[in-house]
């Protein structure tokens, strides 16, 4: 039993969110934050778990698995799962420090999940399969979030891009990504993932005339973005990454705060931009040139509460060498 | 022979611009908004046409057709047509007073000529059923403005509300319009017609399978829309709307500008709201219940260039007895 940080990538999801909800593809993108989580098993009966980004510590009995409350419990119970993995209980002084901004549908949960299971099972001496990392991850995030996609603990885990079609689970991507950048700029209000999806699905259920062709052209446009990503074709991904903008925009989950940055990003010269995940708030993300980015950041700087820039990250969770 | 004043309303489209071009239907209705044209003949060879909007006099020789040119040259081939049609040629002096604001979308080349086409004949006498204006306006136009869609035409003869669809002509619809206005806006950035549609038919063509589902949802959306409107059901007409500008903003012709007014609008309790007419500019519409308009219409004036707030006008082409 060692001192172990393992660390996994966030993601962005480029095409299809909430068309992914009804059975249409998607295409999510690990990108270049990573959080970092570093288990260290102690003689103790509880896991310890500090977030330096929150700076926060909470405890977790082992042996009061019921009881546990607090805003650091998904961590917990990724750490007990990749325990009951490896047969063996300990005690557990976990530490994260997340470059992810948490709630920003950028996958900080997941990653945060997928590096502890990774570290956890590594401190015990247990070798996991990656697939194996994944499910666990996935397992424990299921017991704190409901019922998720499973796209964010697959992107944490094997970095690099996937589409998805509910159902049918994932393809791996060989995205090309080069010369270009995603630049992320956060609207500053909060997303309501829950509330977005239920209106949309309302929207279908009212209107499925309407809505059934968005969700079939939402489709195709996954489709046909898969094959421009896989090229490197960058401008016509920036052309289809605007029109999935508006089909989102049609569903109802734009906002004026989110338009401002989406129009801001493409007057000052992003190949494309739209929101990225539930919408209602949170982030849009465009892809830019790297010539052409610096003056993109700036513009959305004066509008934007956090502007991040990020690439592709190929790499998924790994063992950091501290 | 006497002098005759005719006035006719401009429109607004509703929906399904630019959808309209390749097959599917679309909704326009009279608003009230006239342009008032005062016919007057007289003993000279030419026909004086003065536009107050322009502070503008020009002159057109009766004897030299060939040579005309200049802005008002529309004006002055919609009275010459009304002159062959009633087999009479005369000096004419042409007023010209219009609400509707030129270049916005809303019809005011068309409603001038509709009523220089009803204020001539009646100077020369004779009596015109109103679909024969309405075509001779559109002769005149079209010698003018290329291949117009007609719809221009057919609004300010008839007023209320038609449906239209390329090669099967005009539906009169019977919309209930109670308790509820149309704010326009303007964005201040001129509109251009023909760059936008061309610039949508080489999306359609690049991306067909990608924006066919897209036209075919706009076309469900009207035929929905009609039904709404003669229901006189404002709130699932608004949500129309939305959905509507979203598919607008999918094929490319929405603005940082143009999605700044459909929010505030919307923010500020509209119904609905949609940049209306070809984009890339130009004005939206925003439908309000009656008794939110003063505060739409405050929160549009810090953004818009100009904001108008009209109804539904039921009446199209008349004499007026002044």
């Known amino acids: 039993m060692s001192r172990i940080t393992s660390s996994a990538p966030g993601k962005v999801i480029l095409f299809g969110e909430h068309f992914v909800v009804e059975g249409q593809p998607a295409i999510a993108i690990a990108v270049s934050l990573r959080a970092y989580v570093t288990v260290e098993p102690t003689q103790s009966d509880e896991i310890k778990v500090y977030s330096k980004n929150f700076d926060l510590t909470e405890t977790f009995p082992l042996n009061q698995r019921d009881s546990w409350t607090g805003k650091m419990t998904p961590v917990a119970v990724a750490a007990y799962t990749a325990m009951l993995e490896a047969d063996k209980k300990t005690g557990l002084n976990i530490h994260i420090d997340s470059q992810i901004p948490p709630g920003s549908g950028m996958g900080s949960s997941a990653a945060v999940a997928v590096a502890t299971v990774h570290a956890t099972s590594l401190a015990l001496g247990l070798q996991l399969d990656p697939r194996k990392v994944s499910d666990l991850a996935y397992e424990a995030?299921?017991?704190?979030?409901?019922?998720?996609?499973?796209?964010?603990?697959?992107?944490?885990?094997?970095?690099?891009?996937?589409?998805?079609?509910?159902?049918?689970?994932?393809?791996?991507?060989?995205?090309?990504?080069?010369?270009?950048?995603?630049?992320?700029?956060?609207?500053?209000?909060?997303?309501?993932?829950?509330?977005?999806?239920?209106?949309?699905?309302?929207?279908?259920?009212?209107?499925?005339?309407?809505?059934?062709?968005?969700?079939?052209?939402?489709?195709?446009?996954?489709?046909?973005?898969?094959?421009?990503?896989?090229?490197?074709?960058?401008?016509?991904?920036?052309?289809?990454?605007?029109?999935?903008?508006?089909?989102?925009?049609?569903?109802?989950?734009?906002?004026?705060?989110?338009?401002?940055?989406?129009?801001?990003?493409?007057?000052?010269?992003?190949?494309?931009?739209?929101?990225?995940?539930?919408?209602?708030?949170?982030?849009?993300?465009?892809?830019?040139?790297?010539?052409?980015?610096?003056?993109?950041?700036?513009?959305?700087k004066s509008h934007a509460t956090n502007v991040l820039t990020v690439n592709l990250e190929e790499e998924g969770v790994r063992k950091e060498n501290i």
Request: hydrophobic content about 40%; charged content about 20%; overall charge positive.
């Open 141 to 300: 995030e299921k017991v704190v979030h409901g019922k998720p996609s499973g796209i964010d603990n697959t992107i944490a885990t094997f970095g690099g891009a996937i589409a998805y079609r509910k159902g049918e689970g994932f393809i791996q991507l060989k995205p090309i990504f080069r010369g270009v950048k995603l630049v992320l700029a956060d609207t500053g209000n909060p997303r309501n993932t829950g509330e977005m999806v239920r209106r949309v699905l309302a929207l279908k259920n009212t209107y499925p005339s309407i809505l059934d062709p968005i969700y079939y052209s939402a489709g195709k446009l996954v489709v046909e973005a898969a094959q421009l990503l896989e090229k490197g074709d960058y401008e016509n991904l920036g052309i289809l990454m605007n029109i999935n903008h508006g089909l989102l925009s049609a569903v109802g989950v734009s906002t004026k705060e989110i338009e401002l940055l989406v129009h801001t990003a493409r007057e000052n010269g992003a190949l494309g931009a739209k929101l990225t995940g539930a919408g209602g708030g949170g982030y849009i993300v465009a892809l830019c040139r790297e010539n052409d980015a610096e003056k993109i950041i700036s513009a959305l």
